[in-house]
């Protein structure tokens, strides 16, 4: 064990009192930590339904400017004239091709749009793609399919460059949006990523939910019951903001491994956002043991790949389930380096079924020599 691990370590388990260690018992933070040239204390769009709400509400760690949220005010295109009916599987996939700037006009209340196909990402429409649900609307798989996908490397959505695996193009955005029931089990090709798939260019997700959302059961390296990802350009991160996965006990996203979250390659900043009651039901783990399927790692966050950070800040993981390693975070840096930083958080009361935990701190698994940064503020049990 290395000496930095081996100093925070020390420092984390002399932070246990039962108050928690900081003035707010961890997964609070305030308005003006963290250092980012913005801060999370702004407006976000109140979800109008009975469904758990987007966010961490004692999270209030700072947003870096290039992760709050997009100016939707002067929208390229508007799913909708203003009804419920409106607003079809076909006028969001439509929209989508187009790129641009994408808005909602289905009436004053919450609606929920059923997809009848995949919405896919036109790699030449943007560079700059948001999708904004105003806080209404609901995009459901109908538990058949997945409900969005971009891949700067698939020909049949355009290759804009000869790099197609590191360009700053697409930033895709989805914001104000619930994503539910969406089902990626028949993937051969784009396995994982129940809800969401992507590769390449940016991607960030702000003041959003992920319920019920699965991809394949079993595996040794897919997942993302909720959202997977690769090949973020230039190992810039993907950002999620005052976002849900799960949030309560019938509405956890499950998949192989990663629950919630994953990726290969690529890192994570997450702030004031809650993972809980997702689930990696995978058995084996990775490389997959003798005579099982592999996968069960990272009830809420699968982190596999080569020099990468994870970072959470004011982010509450709690609940979550796995049958091999990581019940809340599964983080494996190939080359032995990457880093965890973990501020003004809680990560408790994650369950592991297999006995063999291989823990480095509660609830996470991964190389004894991470570089791990845990401030006082956070509590991990």
């Known amino acids: 064990m290395t000496k930095a691990v081996l100093v925070m370590l020390i420092s984390f388990w002399l932070c246990i009192p039962l108050s928690g260690c900081g003035s707010d018992g961890g997964g609070g933070g305030s308005s003006d930590s963290g250092g980012g040239t913005s801060y999370s204390n702004v407006p976000y769009t109140e979800m109008t339904d009975d469904m758990p709400a987007a966010g961490n509400p004692d999270g ?38 187009r790129g641009g700037i994408i808005t909602f006009d289905c009436g004053p209340d919450p609606v929920t749009i059923v997809m009848q196909e995949t919405a896919k990402i036109f790699n030449n429409t943007g560079p700059k793609i948001v999708i904004d649900g105003g806080g209404l609307v609901t995009l459901s798989g109908g538990g058949r399919r997945r409900i969005l996908y ?40 784009y396995d994982g990523g129940g809800a969401i798939w992507v590769r390449g260019g940016r991607f960030k997700v702000i003041n959003s939910r992920f319920f019920n959302n699965v991809c394949a059961d079993t595996g040794p390296d897919v997942g993302g019951g909720a959202i997977r990802v690769f090949s973020q350009h230039n190992g810039n991160p993907v950002y999620i903001i005052h976002s849900t996965f799960g949030g309560r006990d019938d509405l956890g996203n499950v998949g192989a491994n990663g629950g919630g979250i994953s990726s290969i390659g690529v890192s994570w ?79 408790r009361n994650n369950i592991n079924y297999s006995g063999h935990p291989w823990e480095i701190l509660p609830g996470i698994s991964g190389h004894l020599d991470t570089t791990m940064i845990v401030d006082d503020d956070s509590i991990i049990e």
């Open 60 to 97: 209030f760690c700072a947003v870096p400017a290039e992760a709050m949220e997009e100016d939707t005010s002067a929208p390229d295109w508007v799913v909708g004239d203003g009804t419920p009916q409106s607003c079809t599987s076909a006028a969001v996939v439509e929209a989508v091709a």
């Open 150 to 189: 971009m891949n700067t490397c698939d020909p049949d959505q355009v290759w804009t460059t000869s790099h197609c695996q590191d360009q700053d193009h697409p930033q895709l955005t989805v914001q104000n949006l619930s994503f539910i029931d969406a089902n990626s089990r028949g993937e051969v090709d």
């Open 269 to 347: 900043t997450l702030i004031n956002s809650v993972f809980a009651y997702n689930r990696a039901i995978g058995n084996g783990g990775n490389p997959a043991q003798s005579g099982t399927p592999g996968g069960g790692s990272g009830g809420a966050v699968y982190n596999d790949g080569n020099t990468m950070t994870l970072s959470l800040c004011g982010t509450r993981l709690e609940d979550n389930e796995v049958n091999a390693y990581g019940s809340a975070i599964f983080f494996v840096s190939n080359n032995h380096d990457g880093t965890m930083i973990i501020e003004d958080s809680i990560i």
